[in-house]
């Protein structure tokens, strides 16, 4: 009995290359991108709103690494805890997103979900955030884009569902 493998079952995938294939990959590309920007302007609208609640000093020069390093070394738990929030929204909002435009699975919303927390990640390099928030954030996000997929199927499904019907 020949066993399959991952990389065998895609030679096998590629190999039988028609236009359909080309099609679903360009669908779920796109999927991903728009998920990726409906996040990203959740995310931006919940980390204005925390502005608005915590304001920086009106002379803080967002160019400058040492002025930033200085604010988030100041910067209440509740303010970190926002901008906590505003990811794991804008990782849920872009992958159900993601998920409803593909119309082909949950791994839409997962590659939305690693592409936004790889985002947050480089945001947090060289500063200095609590270790609290380097813990809650990747298994927040990863929730949150597991449960965008599972919410996008399941509504895509029951959609399905009622046409048929």
């Known amino acids: 009995m020949v066993k399959s493998t991952f990389f065998s079952r895609f030679q096998e995938w590629l190999s039988e290359w028609d236009e359909t294939k080309t099609r679903q990959v360009l669908v779920v590309v796109l999927a991903v991108l728009v998920g990726l920007l409906v996040g990203l302007i959740i995310d931006t609208a919940m980390r204005l709103l925390g502005d608005f609640t915590f304001p920086p000093p009106p ?35 872009g992958g159900y997103t993601a998920v409803r435009v593909a119309k082909m699975g949950q791994f839409p919303a997962w590659i ?5 927390y790889a985002g947050y990640l480089i945001g947090m390099v060289g500063l200095p955030v609590p270790l609290w928030v380097h813990i809650v ?4 996000v990863a929730a949150c884009a597991y449960g965008a997929g599972w919410l996008g199927m399941y509504i895509t499904v029951q959609k399905e569902i009622k046409a048929q019907a």
């Open 59 to 93: 002379v803080l020069n967002m160019a400058d690494e040492a002025q930033l390093k200085e604010l988030y070394a100041t910067m209440p738990a509740e303010a970190f805890a926002i901008k906590v929030f505003s990811w794991a929204l804008g990782t849920l909002a």
């Open 137 to 140: 954030c990747p298994l927040l």
């Open 112 to 116: 939305v979900g690693i592409l936004l």
